[in-house]
């Protein structure tokens, strides 16, 4: 992609890989609410069900007002306009076929008017050990005037 991920991403990446041990994915019981301190607000969670859909089990506080509103209980292709819902979608099925944390570089706009870039990361849970059924997001808007991309880049890592 060209830049480089945001810290506080890069610091949830290397805690959902200690979590991994020697597996694939940790399970949502390999960690607890307090463990999350670090990126709270930042974080989401999204339970994953057959379509496949995601519910959205938890919005983080900056999440809920970056995105102007708590998407909590609501499927997250019904939340999305319809105009940006493959996009903001095809992260989520890499996950889900790659098996593997994706990094997204994303143009966004603010409610002002102004334009900048956030970076999402998601990050395949497996209670199972068989299947991923729960996505972690950490979501981190730049606050820099530094441009970003021209249009969203996601990578498997």
Known sequence: MGD???PKLDSLLRFWTGLCAARAWPARRDFQPEDL??????????DVQPGPRFHVRLTGVVIAEFDGGDYT???????????????VMAPYLA????????????????????????????????GDGQRIDMIMLGL???LTDEPGPDSPTFRAL
């Open 4 to 6: 480089s991920m945001h």
């Open 37 to 46: 301190r670090p990126w709270l607000g930042h974080i989401a969670l999204l």
């Open 73 to 87: 209980g609501r499927y997250l292709e019904d939340a999305v306009p319809p105009e940006i819902r493959a996009m």
């Open 95 to 126: 996950v889900l076929a790659e098996g593997r944390p994706v990094h997204c570089h994303t143009p966004a706009g603010y409610a002002d008017g102004s334009f900048r870039s956030l970076q999402r990361l998601l990050l395949p849970l497996s």
């Open 140 to 142: 981190y808007p730049l």
